[in-house]
């Protein structure tokens, strides 16, 4: 099966950096579009950013000039680098990427989260 791992969470203070990794493994055929959202508490899922097999990027308006979605295509990973880290920006996050896996079915998958704390 397809898995998909994240690393790079915990605390940090605002205006700070951190950076998100997230890395996929099992049956992969081909990923296509990666991307990043993030869930506070009490919130609904958003979408933070994208990033396409081109390398076209989209980000939420809030994010815009502070994050950074990039990927590696030989590490099959999705980095998100977050600066200028503000309190509204503490929340679960979760990586998804667009796979084809070895028996040619496209699917969505998600990772677990990894959880941003913003505080002072």
């Known amino acids: 099966q397809v898995q998909l791992v994240e690393s790079g969470g915990g605390l940090v203070q605002p205006g700070g950096s951190l950076r998100l990794s997230c890395a996929a493994s099992?049956?992969?055929?081909?990923?296509?579009?990666m991307g990043w959202y993030r869930q506070a508490p009490g919130q609904q899922r958003e979408l933070v950013a994208t990033?396409?097999?081109?390398?076209?990027?989209t980000y939420a308006d809030s994010v815009k000039g502070r994050f950074t979605i990039s990927r590696d295509n030989a590490k099959k990973t999705v980095y998100l680098q977050m600066n200028s880290l503000k309190s509204e920006d503490t929340a679960d996050y979760y990586c998804?990427?667009?796979?084809?896996?070895?028996?040619?079915?496209?699917?969505?998958?998600w990772g677990q989260g990894t959880q941003v704390t913003v505080s002072s």
């Open positions: 990033i396409t097999t081109d390398s076209s990027t």
């Open positions: 099992g049956s992969i055929r081909s990923i296509y579009t």
């Open positions: 998804k990427m667009t796979i084809r896996s070895s028996d040619y079915v496209v699917a969505g998958v």
